[in-house]
């Protein structure tokens, strides 16, 4: 009986499989820490999702990660643009654009069955709903990262800053499947946390994130920039203090001095540092992240009967 267990386990183990969908500066960046860890390895397979010129380059020469201490070149077990191609999935990381979510998941249905984790590393907060409503019976985590990473060329992944950490977790509940992958990625010398309390961390993200894009975006300015003038740094701290009402009003716990570490986290990176908004801003592309950024902040204020003026006020000029 013991053998048969022993025997099982291991099945289990040949089986791991980790999709990366998009690889782009997170997806690619963490998707590379992966392939390059696991390359040889026998039992965990990490295969990517790609597309473009950018997934022609990787299945040519793979994925080279560029960083401020050093350089690698990633071969993923398989790189595709036909999600068909990569088989069911333990694991899938989501790592595309907000806009792009709901038409990823759609390609990537024939890599789900009900016992593959979901985990979205999207900017925004509302990515786990999203995601439940196409599946409403796999476990879908909440989920979050810290980096200034780029695709810079195709096959190409840039890491410009200093700092690159990944959260995930559930609040309601905690197995062995979740410590596993929080194992996974910290063997691939990732700095992965899992926790409940996850909530709270993804929404500081959040507002990190939400309030810079959207005053990085208004301005068409870098962050050194943004932090460099006195009025747009005003604008950058009332938007901070809308959002965190909005945080308050919905029972999130976030930090009493959420500003001063958002300033504090923002002073920290290059000068030259923008939001991934404002360069779909600058590239004139047809989609951006402005829905989920920005107007969603305006959608749950009102919903909670809150007033947010300047996210109104700099969310109009941007629609135009």
């Known amino acids: 009986m013991l053998l048969l267990y022993i025997c099982w386990n291991i099945k289990i183990m040949e089986?791991?499989?980790?999709i990366?969908?998009?690889?782009?500066?997170?997806?690619?960046?963490?998707?590379?820490?992966?392939?390059?860890?696991?390359?040889?390895?026998s039992a965990i397979k990490i295969k990517f999702l790609a597309r473009g010129e950018?997934?022609?380059?990787?299945?040519?020469k793979g994925l080279k990660v560029i960083t401020k201490n050093t350089e690698f070149t990633a071969h993923p077990t398989v790189a595709s643009n036909n999600a068909k191609e990569l088989g069911i999935a333990d694991y899938i990381l989501i790592c595309t654009k907000s806009y792009d979510?709901?038409?990823?998941?759609?390609?990537?249905?024939?890599?789900?069955?009900?016992?593959?984790?979901?985990?979205?590393?999207?900017?925004?907060?509302?990515?786990?709903?999203r995601i439940e409503k196409l599946f409403p019976n796999n476990l879908v985590l909440?989920?979050?990262?810290?980096i200034v990473a780029r695709l810079t060329e195709p096959g190409v992944i840039t890491n410009s800053g200093n700092i690159q950490t990944l959260y995930f977790g559930n609040s309601d509940s905690e197995n062995k499947r979740l410590l596993s992958?929080?194992?996974?990625?910290?063997?691939?010398?990732?700095e992965a946390t899992f926790t409940k309390n996850i909530q709270s961390i993804v929404w500081e993200k959040f507002i990190f994130i939400s309030a810079t894009a959207t005053a990085t975006s208004y301005f068409n300015c870098s962050i050194g920039e943004l932090l460099a003038s006195p009025e747009k740094l005003h604008t950058l701290v009332k938007l901070i203090e809308e959002i965190k009402t909005v945080?308050?009003?919905?029972?999130?716990?976030?930090?009493?001095?959420?500003?001063e570490s958002t300033l504090t986290r923002l002073k920290a990176l290059p000068f030259e540092t923008t939001t991934s908004m404002h360069s779909d801003f600058k590239s004139c592309k047809s989609q951006n992240e402005s829905d989920s950024l920005t107007a969603y902040v305006i959608r749950e204020a009102e919903r909670l009967n809150l007033e947010t003026p300047v996210y109104k006020q700099l969310y109009t000029k941007l629609k135009q």
């Open 142 to 146: 909440d989920g979050c990262v810290y």
């Open 15 to 18: 089986q791991t499989s980790i």
């Open 20 to 41: 990366i969908a998009g690889i782009g500066g997170v997806g690619g960046y963490f998707g590379g820490m992966l392939a390059k860890y696991y390359e040889n390895h």
């Open 101 to 129: 979510l709901e038409a990823t998941l759609e390609q990537l249905r024939p890599c789900i069955n009900d016992q593959t984790i979901l985990l979205p590393l999207l900017n925004g907060v509302d990515s786990k709903e």
């Open 181 to 190: 992958l929080e194992q996974l990625l910290k063997d691939a010398s990732i």
């Open 54 to 60: 950018h997934f022609k380059a990787i299945q040519k």
């Open 247 to 259: 945080a308050n009003a919905k029972q999130i716990n976030v930090s009493d001095n959420i500003t």
